[in-house]
């Protein structure tokens, strides 16, 4: 299974709002809506920020969305804080009881 | 504080075998299933495993079907991962992760800290 396709970075300045695409195909992003979003500091465990394409868990604030349309996914960061800077992975389902992540996208808060 | 806790780690030959546990508190384990997810170095995160919360249906990624068994003990709240024929290739941080509610594997809300798994003669 290929992974999902993210750019390898993406940059805004404080205040901004992002976004980051994750591109995959039918098989995987396009055919379910089990899309989540992971934002994960260097030498950090991975932390849920957004999962089913658009739903958040609880303490993530809402400065986080995402959304879908056909094979892309996208991660929305609005009101950019220096906190926001870590490098972010998106994963969907890709039937036959598989998962597959994107590369990852570090974001940078100038 | 809900926490998972993984272990066993290590410097192992090619060929060899490692088994990592991955200890469960402060949720209500045997409800969720588990999975192990890992990170080579400098890369991106790649799904190893799944199995759900009974312990009865398994999966693996087709890079190490045939070679590493997920398990997990209800009554010691703990998962493992037995790795064998191990490769350079499986050189990475192994972290465990809780499946939300109602999924199996396809959203983690709760991971460990990973456990480094180096594979090298």
């Known amino acids: 299974q290929s992974a999902l396709t993210q750019p390898p970075s993406a940059s805004g300045s404080p205040g901004q709002s992002v976004t980051i695409s994750c591109t995959g195909t039918s098989s995987d992003v396009g055919g379910y809506n089990f899309v989540s979003w992971y934002q994960q500091y260097p030498g950090k465990a991975p932390k849920l920020m957004i999962y089913e394409v658009n739903k958040r868990p609880s303490g993530v604030p809402d400065r986080f969305s995402g959304s879908k349309s056909g094979n892309t996914a996208s991660l929305t960061v609005s009101g950019l804080q220096a906190e926001d800077e870590a490098d972010y992975y998106c994963?969907?389902?890709?039937?036959?009881?598989?998962?597959?992540f994107g590369g990852g996208t570090k974001l940078t808060v100038l | 504080e809900v926490q998972l806790l993984e272990s066993g780690g290590g410097l192992v030959q090619p060929g060899g075998s490692l088994r990592l546990s991955c200890a469960a508190s402060g949720f209500t384990f045997s409800s969720h299933a588990m999975n192990w997810v890992r990170q080579a170095p400098g890369k991106g995160l790649e799904w190893v495993s799944a199995i759900s919360a009974t312990g009865n249906i398994k999966y693996y990624a087709d890079s190490v079907a045939g070679r590493f068994t997920i398990s997990r003990d209800n009554s010691k709240n703990t998962l493992y991962l037995l790795m064998s024929s191990l490769r350079a290739e499986d050189t990475a941080v192994y972290f465990c992760?809780?499946?939300?509610?109602?999924?199996?594997?396809?959203?983690?809300?709760?991971w460990g800290q990973g456990t480094m798994v180096t594979v090298s003669s």
């Open positions: 994963s969907s389902y890709a039937g036959s009881n598989n998962l597959v």
């Open positions: 992760a809780k499946g939300i509610v109602g999924a199996t594997l396809h959203a983690f809300d709760i």
